[in-house]
């Protein structure tokens, strides 16, 4: 692992630390975007991880 990362980890993990897009380098300011260090636009997974989960619920049946 890489050393430098390890210290920006320990600095505080409650700060609002700037985080850029791994691939085009746009700030990113969304929750999802900051964990994944990628812009909606540059990120391969969708981000309907809440419609999904509904989707694999299946429909109450007889409603
Ligand atoms: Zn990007």
Known sequence: ???RQQKALLID???RDRI???DCGAELTD???RQRRR???CDPEPRTGYDRHDI???PI???
Do not use: N
């Open 1 to 3: 692992m890489d050393s």
């Open 61 to 63: 049946p007889g409603l």
């Open 31 to 33: 929750k999802i975007s």
């Open 13 to 15: 993990p409650g700060a």
């Open 20 to 22: 850029w897009c791994v």
């Open 39 to 41: 812009g909606p636009e």
């Open 56 to 58: 694999d619920q299946d």
